[in-house]
């Protein structure tokens, strides 16, 4: 919802707007990454646990560096 505020701001000429929601995508991508690395260090399971583990750290890991790739 951030990103499509700033592209919307972008296109009416708001640069404030796009400044804005530029951040708070930013600032979302962070705690999100930082909740991400709480959860893993605080994981009952391993990768090596089974199937639940390994999809667990697959999917949430791929969703991570996704986050920190498009915020860097």
């Known amino acids: 919802a951030t990103v ?7 296109i009416q000429g708001n640069r404030a ?3 804005y929601g530029l ?12 909740f991400q690395a709480f959860e893993y260090y605080n994981a009952p399971f391993t990768f090596s646990d ?4 390994s999809t667990f750290y697959m999917a949430t890991g791929f969703h991570g560096i996704h986050v920190i790739i498009t915020t860097t």
Do not use: K
Not at 23 to 34: E, R, S, W, Y
Not at 50 to 53: F, K, L, R, S, T
């Open 17 to 19: 707007g796009v400044i």
């Open 4 to 10: 499509t505020y700033a592209h919307h701001s972008l």
């Open 50 to 53: 089974g199937v639940y583990g």
């Open 23 to 34: 951040i708070a995508t930013v600032a979302l991508a962070a705690v999100f990454t930082g």
